[in-house]
C-alpha cells in the first residue's frame, strides 16, 4: 500500500477486504425461493445521512436478507445528510458491507479531535465561537476572510483553528461509539469474486473504491488518499504508468480510462464507486459510477446483481430523494469543504 503525501487518511484498519463467498450470488439459477432469487448483492451509491431515501430505495428494490440479498455501502455513508446514525444503524442491523468515503473519513478523524479536546460538550463551544468569527468577517475586506482547500481550515481569528467544518463536527458528535467503531473497521476497497464458470454482464471480478483506482498501479499500491478523493486523471508522457489521480472533474472522468485499460487485458474487472455527483449515473463498460445526487434532491441508485437463467446479470434501481436535501454551497463558503472533507 503506497503512502497518500496528499492529506490526512484516518487510521486505516483494513486497506482490501474481500467479500465472503456465502454472499456472493450463486453460480446456478437454481437457488430460487417462491419465485424470488436468493442471495443478491445490492450496492448502494453516496447515502450522506439519506436515511428515508435509503430505506425507500430497499423497499424499491425487494430487499430481503432472509433469502440471501447483501447490502454493500460505497462509501459517503455519513456526512451532510439529516440522519447519519440512522443510516449507519440500517447497515449494522442488515450486516452491511462498505467501503469507506472521503466523508466518512472525514467524520473519523473529526470524532478523533472531539475526543482528544474532551468530548461533545466542551468542543461545541469552540465550534460556536468559530461560527461567529466567520460570520462577521463576511463583512471585513475579501483578503482577510479565510481561503479552503488547505488541511485545516483558519478563522479570520487566528487562535481559532478547525480541521473541518461544523457540520462534519456535528456528524461526528452524533454517532455512538458502536458507530464510530464500525465506520472505522470498514475498507478502502472491496474486492468481489465472482463465480468464473457462467456467463458475466460485469466481467470477471468486482471492485468496490469510493472514488476510483488508477489503471496499471496493483490494488495493493493504490494511494489511499486518491480511492477516497479522485474523478479524473492527469496524463504525462510515458503511458499508464504515468497517470496521475486529480481530484477536479478534468475533461473526462478516471473510469474512461480504466475502461480503455481493461480492454487491453485477459481477465477483466468492474469498478463500482460514487464520489462524482456532478457527473451523475456513470454506465461504462467496466465501471459503474453510483452517486446520483441524492443529497442533493435528486435521485439515490444501487446496482442489483444477482443470478439469472443466463448466467450473472445486472441492472440500475433508482429512487427519488424522499429526505430533506442540501443546498450546493459555492466552494468560497461551503462550511465544511476542506482538503480532508471534499
Not at 456465502?22 to 443478491?40: A, D, Q, T, V
Request: glycine share 8%; charged share 25%.
Amino acid at each position: 500500500m503506497s503512502t497518500s503525501k496528499q492529506g490526512k487518511v484516518f487510521r486505516i484498519t483494513t486497506f482490501i477486504s474481500d467479500l465472503r463467498t456465502n454472499l456472493i450470488p450463486p453460480s446456478s439459477s437454481s437457488h430460487l425461493e417462491n419465485g424470488h432469487r436468493s442471495r443478491r448483492l445490492v450496492i448502494v451509491g453516496d447515502v450522506h445521512g439519506m436515511k428515508k431515501s435509503l430505506e425507500g430505495l430497499l423497499e424499491k428494490v425487494g430487499f430481503d436478507k432472509g433469502k440471501g440479498d447483501h447490502l454493500i455501502l460505497a462509501g459517503d455513508i455519513t456526512n451532510k445528510g439529516p440522519d447519519s446514525p440512522g443510516v449507519v444503524d440500517i447497515a449494522i442491523r442488515l450486516g452491511a458491507s462498505a467501503v469507506r468515503g472521503n466523508h466518512d473519513n472525514a467524520v473519523l478523524d473529526a470524532a478523533a479531535e472531539i475526543a482528544a479536546k474532551g468530548g461533545w460538550d466542551q468542543f461545541k463551544g469552540l465550534i460556536e465561537t468559530f461560527n461567529a468569527h466567520e460570520h462577521s468577517s463576511d463583512n471585513m475586506p475579501k483578503d482577510t476572510v479565510p481561503t479552503e482547500g488547505s488541511e485545516k481550515t483558519e478563522s479570520a481569528t487566528p487562535n481559532i483553528t478547525m480541521r473541518h467544518g461544523p457540520t462534519t463536527y456535528r456528524t461526528a458528535s452524533q454517532l455512538s461509539a458502536r458507530q464510530i467503531e464500525w465506520l472505522s473497521a470498514l475498507p478502502l476497497i472491496l474486492r468481489i469474486q465472482l463465480p468464473h464458470n457462467i456467463p458475466c454482464t460485469l466481467g470477471d471480478n468486482i471492485v468496490v473504491a469510493h472514488a476510483g483506482l488508477v489503471p496499471g498501479i496493483p490494488l495493493e499500491e493504490q494511494d489511499p488518499h486518491a480511492v477516497l478523493h479522485m474523478r479524473s486523471l492527469a496524463r504525462k508522457p510515458g503511458g499508464e504508468a504515468s497517470l496521475t489521480p486529480e481530484e477536479s472533474s478534468g475533461e473526462e472522468g478516471w473510469a474512461v480510462e480504466w475502461d480503455r485499460w481493461q480492454e487491453q487485458l485477459t481477465s477483466r474487472t468492474t469498478v463500482v464507486f460514487g464520489h462524482d455527483a456532478k457527473r451523475r449515473l456513470q454506465l461504462g463498460k467496466y465501471t459503474i459510477g453510483l452517486d446520483t445526487a441524492c443529497l442533493y434532491g435528486n435521485q439515490l441508485s444501487a446496482l442489483v446483481i444477482s443470478t439469472t437463467d443466463v448466467g450473472i446479470e445486472h441492472r440500475i434501481i433508482s429512487v427519488d430523494c424522499a429526505d430533506t436535501p442540501v443546498a450546493p454551497k459555492s466552494s468560497a463558503k461551503e462550511d465544511d469543504k476542506t482538503a480532508v472533507d471534499k
